[in-house]
């Protein structure tokens, strides 16, 4: 969140963030992993671009589900329409003027590397929302169960 603060400012918006009370620790590797919140952050962002400045919003929210870690990246844009859902996280594909359309391949690539998924959904009326699962860290399961 430290390295994307500038930017939330320098774009106008509000970041919201619902964090666990406890760490979530997973077997991944944490550059990884930042890098994937980077793309999923950075794409919130532009979503919001054109948004009017009272409606430029992001929640990040982690939690424990069972045996899952879940992050989630929510921002409050126009949504992702039916047909670009589809396509989303195909290698090349972009709904940006000047994109490579591998950003979101990648981040695909790295979550399920662990054994994790990444999705994406609309919420009705307020946006699109990322959601990556993660498995726990055997050591996290054997100490504190769900």
Known sequence: MFLAEYDFKARGIEVVQLLYTYSVPVMADSIQLEQVLLNLLSNAMDALADEPSMKRHIIVHTRREGGK??????????????????????????????????????????????????????????????????PLSLNVERRHPS
């Open 69 to 134: 870690a879940i992050l989630e990246v929510r921002d409050t844009g126009r949504g992702i329409t039916p047909e670009i859902l589809e396509v989303l996280f195909h290698p090349f594909f972009s709904t940006k003027e000047h994109g490579m359309g591998l950003g979101l391949s990648i981040c695909q690539t790295i979550v399920e590397q662990y054994g994790g998924l990444i999705s994406a959904e609309n919420i009705l009326a307020s946006g699109a929302c990322f959601r990556i699962e993660l």
